[in-house]
């Protein structure tokens, strides 16, 4: 938890059971009936009274209003205090906490104001040096938040994380209540909508601040390749439509499915093994003998759209040149984000540097690989600050990675009505998502592969990405000539293809297996 200028007021532990837990109970209670009815803060002599307890024995529970106070916020947030939330994206871990904050807001209203309130008043009376009782210290607030925003710690620089976490500690309480209903008149309802969209600014503005800065202007031969955001949209939709532009995708995926169905005849896979705890995340491994390069493949369909399996026949031509095999599934559109689904991406991978031993891969070799938005997500992987992500995981975790007919750019598809809604991009996720606005990484290596065939927008992303980038990482930037946006895959797994050759090459192996 980050540095507080005081120690927190804790509340008074509540006895288990029997006569002193009636009592403390009627004391609690008592007091928040008096904020209640009568609109002011009691002192424990006004709780004893009204429970009928005397002022000796309540002291003992209370030793000072301070303490009362606390014990009176403790109960009115009740479950809210000991969330513990297990979606992985810091994001909607703030929202699950506001939303389940607003209705003890709502309900306990006048104790949380009765707080507020005297905290402000002993505030007066410290500075006069006339306080005489121990200060009521809020600040729990700080904790809750930080337990919230710990999926988004990879994703932050310090400082920038420090200072959403500051921000939210004012949007998240009873202060926005205070001035949305006393000086604007709103209604609860109104206030929540109000507090969320306060924390959804904070967030974009945090993660747009920690994302590397725009790349400065292209050189003259690629000005033609900036964002295509101002172009028709129907324009868009003809761009990246690809089942549309495609007469021939239905046979296309009948044989993808067909190949698939063949790869899994293979006695040796390990099938749904999970690497996390949703449904959604599990992967499928086609193991390999001790020491083989670690071959990591991640699905394509726009974030909205198939699963690991549709592309089981990649695997077998890889599997026979010695590597490991590993293939990916993920959350989809519009369930979830596609921040969510790089977040997923990036706890399969450290799953497999952990686990890739067990099953004959080498976990200093892992490559990535994806196509489509398969192919945006394996980029992706390689911007990663792993150590950020765990102390345990090395800066190079994804030693490369092969991108065929990536996304790179995710404005653009903001823009297109197809896709648009399902995404859910805003300008601030859609900047900090694209690799193509990100500064180069300073380690590993990038091959990208796009069909020659494919639209004018699939060979601008990937061209823009080999300049952005520039030679040292992108080391290789091919179009495969006669192939579409979905039939270039399938080269991955024909041994005679370039695309084959790539996947061996960064894998560091030389061919089919012999022996």
């Known amino acids: 938890m980050p540095r507080l200028k005081y120690k927190l007021t804790d509340p008074p532990i509540a006895p288990e059971g029997g006569v002193r837990a009636a009592t403390f109970k009627a004391l609690l209670e008592a007091a928040m009936d008096i904020i209640r009815l009568k609109g002011r803060i009691p002192s424990v002599a006004e709780a004893a009274a009204r429970s009928k307890v005397s002022r000796a024995t309540a002291y003992r529970y209370f030793p000072s209003r301070s303490a009362l106070v606390t014990a009176v916020v403790d109960s009115s947030l009740g479950p809210v205090r000991k969330l513990a939330s297990d979606k992985p994206n810091g994001r909607e871990r703030v929202h699950e906490l506001f939303i389940k904050t607003f209705p003890r807001f ?18 007066g009376l410290e500075r006069a040096g006339l306080l005489e009782e121990e200060p009521y210290r809020r600040g729990h607030r700080v904790g809750i938040l930080e337990h919230a925003l710990q999926p988004m710690i990879p994703l932050l620089r310090p400082d920038v994380r420090d200072r959403l976490h500051q921000a939210l500690s004012v949007v998240y309480g009873i202060e926005p209540y205070v001035i949305l209903k006393d000086i604007w008149g709103l209604r609860d309802r109104e206030v929540e909508r109000t507090a969320l969209w306060m924390a959804d600014a904070l967030i974009d503005a945090a993660l747009r601040e920690s994302g590397p800065d725009p790349l400065p202007p292209l050189a003259d031969a690629a000005s033609a390749q900036e964002s295509t955001v101002a172009v028709d949209p129907e324009w868009l939709d003809a761009q990246y439509n690809n089942r549309a532009r495609i007469p021939e995708h239905p046979a296309i995926l009948r044989y993808w499915a067909d190949a698939s169905a063949d790869a899994f005849k293979r006695p040796d896979w390990v099938l749904d093994v999970a690497y996390g705890d949703h449904a959604s995340e599990r992967l499928d491994i086609l193991p390999a003998r001790s020491g ?16 690991k399996r549709d592309h089981a026949f990649i695997a077998p031509p890889l599997h026979a040149a010695g590597a490991m095999v590993v293939q990916l599934n993920y959350a989809l559109c519009p369930a979830v984000g596609i921040e969510h689904i790089v977040l997923q991406m990036v706890q399969a991978l450290a799953w497999v540097y952990r686990n890739a031993e067990a099953h004959g891969g080498d976990r200093e070799r892992i490559v990535v690989a994806g196509h489509s938005a398969g192919g945006h997500l394996a980029t992706m992987l390689l911007t990663c600050d792993w150590r950020a992500v765990a102390p345990d995981l090395p800066r190079d975790l994804v030693k490369s990675a092969l991108s065929i007919s990536g996304v790179y750019e995710l404005e653009p598809l903001r823009h297109a009505p197809f896709l648009s809604a399902d995404i859910g991009l805003t300008e ?34 990937a061209d823009a990405m080999s300049s952005a980038w520039g030679p040292d990482i992108v080391v290789a930037n091919e179009r495969v000539a006669g192939k579409n946006h979905m039939s270039v895959l399938n080269d991955l797994a024909d041994p005679k293809s370039s695309t084959y050759a790539h996947a061996l090459s960064l894998l560091g192996l030389s061919g089919p297996a012999r022996g």
């Open 106 to 123: 709502k309900e306990f209203e006048a104790q949380m104001r009765a707080a507020a309130q005297l905290s402000l008043e002993q505030w």
């Open 428 to 461: 601030a996720s859609a900047l900090r998502l694209s690799p193509l606005r990100m500064r180069a990484p300073t380690m590993g290596s990038l091959v990208t592969v796009v069909g020659a065939d494919e639209s004018e927008e699939f060979l601008r992303q």
């Open 292 to 307: 083989a390069p670690v071959f990591v493949y991640i699905h394509g369909g726009y974030w909205r759209a198939l699963d």
